[in-house]
C-alpha cells in the first residue's frame, strides 16, 4: 500500500498534467514509446509471433461498413510489461499493479556510447552516479529507462537480438541492466519501475536472469523494448507506461508515451 507522502507526491506530478489537458495539450510534446504489433514485432526466440486476423471487413446486407478482427500473442515481446509473477512465484499480476507504479517522472540514463561498441553492455552503478552529477538525485516515484540506442535495429530481428534462429537463446546479444545497479537502485532510490529499450532487462548474454531476479522479485514492475527512446531528455518527462489489463497476466503488450517538459 502506498504510503501517504508517496501518494501526495504522485498528486503533485500528475495533477499539474491533468490541468493542462483540460484546457488543451500540446501534441508535439506527445513522444510515442510504443513500437507497434504486427507480423514483424520481435519476440523471444522461443515464442511465436504476433497473429492478427481479420474476420469481417466490408458492407454488410443493411449497407454499412463493418471491420472485426482477432490477435493472438505471447505476453512478452513487442513493447510490453513484465509484471513481478513473471519471475516471482509470490508477485503481483499484471492486473494487480497499481496505476501509480505506471506513471512517473522518467530518469533517462544513456549508456549508448558503451553499447555502440560492446552489444553485451550494461547499465551500470557509475552510469546512474554520472547521471545524478549531471541531473541531480534521481526523484521519488521515478521510472528509470535504461538508454542503450538499440532502438535503431528494430525490427530487424538478427541486429537487435544477435540471433533470427528460433529458439537460438545461447546466442542472444543485447545490452540490459547489470544487476549490481539494479540492486542500487532498490536500496538507494524510491523508483517504482524501470525500462530498457532492449528485448530484456537483463543483457542478451547473461544467463538465468539474475536481473529479473531482482528487480520482479522485489515486486516492481518492468518495461521492454521501449520504442524512440532517444527522443527524451534526460529529465522533466513523465512516463505513462500503460498495459493490458491481463488477469493473472504475468505481463502484456503496453501502450507507452512520454510528455515532455
Same mark, same amino acid.
Given at each position: ?5 508517496? %501518494? ?6 500528475? #495533477? ?9 495539450? !500540446? ?19 522461443? &515464442? ?10 466490408? %458492407? =454488410? ?8 478482427? /482477432?490477435?493472438?500473442? @505471447? ?9 513481478? +509473477?513473471?519471475?516471482? &512465484? ?12 505506471? +506513471?512517473? @517522472?522518467?530518469? #533517462? ?12 553492455? =550494461? ?8 547521471? &545524478?552529477?549531471?541531473?541531480?538525485? $534521481? @526523484? ?10 538499440? *532502438? ?11 540471433? !533470427? ?10 545490452? *540490459? ?20 529499450? =532492449? ?11 539474475? #536481473?529479473?531476479? $531482482? ?5 516492481? @514492475?518492468?518495461? &521492454? ?22 488477469? /493473472? *497476466? ?12
Amino acid at each position: 500500500m502506498k504510503s501517504p507522502v508517496a %501518494i501526495l507526491a504522485l498528486m503533485f506530478l500528475v #495533477v499539474p498534467v491533468m490541468n493542462r489537458a483540460a484546457d488543451t495539450i !500540446d501534441t508535439s510534446k506527445l513522444v510515442d514509446l510504443t513500437y507497434t504489433f504486427d507480423a514483424s514485432t520481435i519476440y523471444w526466440p522461443t &515464442e511465436p509471433i504476433f497473429h492478427h486476423e481479420m474476420e469481417r471487413y466490408g %458492407i =454488410t446486407a443493411q449497407h454499412y461498413f463493418y471491420s472485426s478482427a /482477432k490477435y493472438a500473442a @505471447p505476453e512478452h515481446g513487442g513493447t510490453h510489461l513484465d509484471a513481478p +509473477i513473471h519471475f516471482n &512465484e509470490k508477485g503481483i499480476t499484471a492486473d494487480q499493479i497499481p496505476l501509480a507504479n505506471l +506513471i512517473g @517522472p522518467a530518469a #533517462v540514463i544513456d549508456f549508448s556510447a558503451r553499447a555502440v561498441k560492446d552489444r553485451d553492455a =550494461t547499465l551500470s552503478v557509475d552510469d546512474i552516479k554520472a547521471y &545524478e552529477a549531471a541531473n541531480g538525485k $534521481i @526523484p521519488d516515484q521515478a521510472i528509470v529507462v535504461a538508454r542503450s540506442g538499440w *532502438g535503431r535495429y528494430w525490427p530487424n530481428r538478427k541486429l537487435y537480438m544477435g540471433t !533470427d534462429k528460433p529458439g537460438g537463446v545461447a546466442d542472444l546479444h543485447f545490452p *540490459g541492466f547489470s544487476p549490481a545497479a539494479a540492486k542500487f537502485l532498490l536500496k538507494n532510490r524510491r523508483v517504482v519501475a524501470i525500462a530498457i529499450d =532492449t528485448a530484456s532487462i537483463d543483457a542478451g548474454a547473461a544467463r538465468n536472469f539474475p #536481473v529479473h531476479l $531482482i528487480w520482479l522479485g522485489a515486486n516492481k @514492475p518492468a518495461f &521492454e523494448n521501449i520504442a524512440n527512446a532517444e527522443k527524451l531528455p534526460p529529465k522533466g518527462a513523465v512516463l505513462f507506461c500503460i498495459p493490458m489489463k491481463i488477469g /493473472k *497476466g504475468t505481463g502484456g503488450p503496453a501502450r507507452v508515451f512520454a510528455l515532455l517538459p
